[in-house]
């Protein structure tokens, strides 16, 4: 197998076959098979599946990795080793050494030999009481540190791996890195960058932030989505590198669906994003506000103009903490006046699950939410419709007992019989209480965290390599804020001008960061960006969101690809599995904002036309 010790200078391919737990599973063949990669990476990771992966060893010692990535590769490890292919993932979770022994065990049974190494030194849970006493606080809200945490995690840089790779590993599991590293590492292990390379460095983690979400960088999720072919058959995302640093293109396997423009790499770049110039990794703080984009033939956009600055002084942990319990049941309300029956169903059901909880010296409920789906309840004071005939009621609520909750539940069906006529959809049984999950995250001195690298097995000699750090940095990047947070507000109409809605003039992908939403727009042309600037400020987003968001709004530019960055906080009723909401991670309110009507030039709509 071909090794890259001698530095190469010919352009690296990586593709990324997986952008979360529970991808298609078809991705790492299709980029083997088709892709012309060195390199397959996959990311599994997000900070839900951490606590996930956290209970699930908590049952069983041999549990806590996403078992998904052993079937994957072991179905194609004879093709991996023929192909001279190199694996990468953060697949192993809380329990990485066992991800590799489950591994190992597939491979011997094919004869096959492929050597593994695994990156642990994420799990901080020994430090939880040290970090509680030294007043410790969330990074973003200031609360301090709960009493109990179900599991803490850092994030990890590219350094161990690069160790890894460097040690002859095939295959690389990581514990919990920062998503982007397992496309920088490759990178900085094939051209041997340093670690204070820091516009390489910055290029890399662009490459490894478009990969990292799979499909979504190749015109999945596109706001122009009727542009995108073969939904069916989506061609996974590769990077192609050059060892300069300098820029990368984007692509896909050729002959597979969807669609790699500048517009859709723009979506991808914003994604879950804080302040653009900022964009803090352990190994580097990037700022992509001077990002270019520019279309180099079919499905091939090239990316340039990533800027790097000193790495952070702390790495960014996440702990997860549990709070009680919530359960989220629906039910289908059809006929007139549907809209209006649901709410009543739903506020009545309530009310006689507290007069029941009341007569058992329960408590009432922490929390509650009703939501009318097909009524656009969703959209607040935005809602165009109420006169749907056929709509989903949502009910969930939180509370401390579980049993609470298991009353609610079974008070759902009832409703059939004594209120509205034409609710149905039983016909998945009782809702079933889970457990609420909150994030907690933190910032760790890095002289605390000590990765580990093993390869079959054997402990690897490993050090972080020290690098000059900037203290200011640990500052968080939804923080940091060095952009305008506000601007003009919207411009009264001109007699040239009308009234259209903003996705006329601009595209938009939204996101989240626990309980934090981003929404990045990005403009259809250079002209539409100089109108952007002057109408869409933060005000404008907060009063529009007002209904969902209950913290500050911040914006961001990024000129370089003419697109704004905004940051709600406390926009997502706690996000994650903590969140009653139908959408707790913020993936709608981008489409939501492009509603938002806004004066543009006829000069303009025709030029865009």
């Not at 009703?370 to 109420?386: C, D, F, K, N």
Request: with cysteine; hydrophobic share 45%; charged share 20%.
């Amino acid at each position: 197998m071909t090794r890259s010790s001698d530095r190469r200078t010919r352009p690296l391919r990586i593709g990324c076959a997986s952008g979360f737990w529970g991808d298609s599973e078809g991705g790492a063949a299709q980029l083997v098979r088709h892709g012309e990669v060195e390199y397959v990476v996959f990311d599994f990771l997000a900070e839900i599946t951490m606590s996930l992966l956290a209970r699930a060893k908590a049952k069983s010692a041999d549990a806590g990795y996403a078992p998904d990535f052993v079937r994957v590769v072991a179905a194609l490890a004879p093709e991996l080793r023929s192909r001279g292919i190199r694996v990468v993932s953060n697949a192993g979770g809380v329990n990485p050494a066992a991800c590799r022994d489950a591994l190992r065990k597939e491979l011997d049974a094919q004869g096959i030999d492929l050597r593994i190494a695994v990156v642990e030194g994420d799990d901080l849970s020994s430090q939880a009481s040290a970090l509680r006493e030294a007043g410790t606080r969330e990074m973003f809200s200031g609360a301090p540190m709960p009493d109990s945490l179900l599991g803490i995690n850092a994030y990890l840089g590219a350094q161990p791996i690069v160790a890894a790779l460097a040690a002859g590993a095939d295959i690389v599991i990581t514990g919990r890195v920062v998503d982007s590293a397992v496309t920088l590492a490759p990178l900085v292990h094939a051209f041997g960058w340093g670690w204070q390379d820091w516009d390489r460095l910055a290029t890399g983690s662009l490459a490894g932030h478009l990969i990292e979400c799979g499909v979504q960088a190749t015109g999945g999720i596109f706001t122009d989505w009727e542009q995108v072919p073969g939904w069916d058959d989506m061609g996974f995302p590769i990077v192609e590198c050059a060892a300069d640093g300098q820029s990368f293109i984007l692509t896909k396997p050729p002959g597979m669906g969807g669609l790699v423009i500048p517009a859709t790499t723009a979506e991808q770049i914003v994604y879950e994003i804080g302040d653009p110039r900022a964009y803090l990794l352990p190994d580097v703080v990037c700022d992509f506000s001077q990002v270019r984009l520019e279309q180099e033939g079919p499905d091939r956009v090239r990316v340039s103009g990533a800027l790097g600055r000193p790495a952070p002084a702390a790495y960014k942990a996440s702990a997860t903490y549990a709070d009680g319990w919530r359960l989220l049941g629906t039910l289908m309300i059809g006929g007139g006046a549907a809209a209006q029956k649901a709410r009543r169903v739903g506020e009545a059901i309530l009310s006689r699950c507290r007069r029941l909880m009341a007569e058992r010296g329960l408590t009432d409920f922490g929390e509650t939410s009703i939501e009318v789906l097909g009524a656009e309840s969703t959209y607040g004071p935005h809602a165009r419709t109420q006169h749907s005939r056929e709509v989903i009621l949502k009910l969930a609520a939180r509370h401390d007992s579980r049993a609470a909750l298991e009353l609610l539940a079974r008070e759902f069906a009832p409703s059939a019989t004594a209120m509205a006529q034409g609710i149905t959809g039983f016909a998945a049984g009782r809702p079933s209480p889970s457990p609420v999950v909150r994030l907690f995250s933190l910032l760790v001195d890095r002289a605390t965290v000590q990765a580990r690298v093993s390869i079959d097995g054997k402990l690897l000699p490993f050090a972080e390599a020290q690098v000059s750090q900037v203290a200011g940095s640990t500052v968080p990047d939804a923080l940091a804020a060095t952009g305008p947070s506000h601007g003009s507000a919207l411009e009264p109409a001109r007699e040239d001008a009308r009234r259209v809605p903003l996705i006329r003039i601009a595209h938009a992908r939204s996101g989240d960061k626990g309980d934090m939403a981003n929404i990045g727009v990005i403009a259809r042309s250079p002209q539409a960006y100089a109108l952007l600037l002057r109408v869409l400020d933060a005000d404008t987003v907060a009063r529009y969101f007002a209904h969902v968001c209950k913290g500050h709004v911040t914006r961001y530019t990024l000129p370089g690809f003419h697109a704004l960055n905004f940051t709600l906080q406390n926009a997502l009723g706690g996000g994650g599995v903590a969140s009653l909401r139908y959408d707790p991670q913020g993936k709608a309110l981008a489409q939501m904002l492009l509603d938002l009507e806004v004066d543009v030039p006829d000069s303009l709509l025709q030029d865009l036309s």
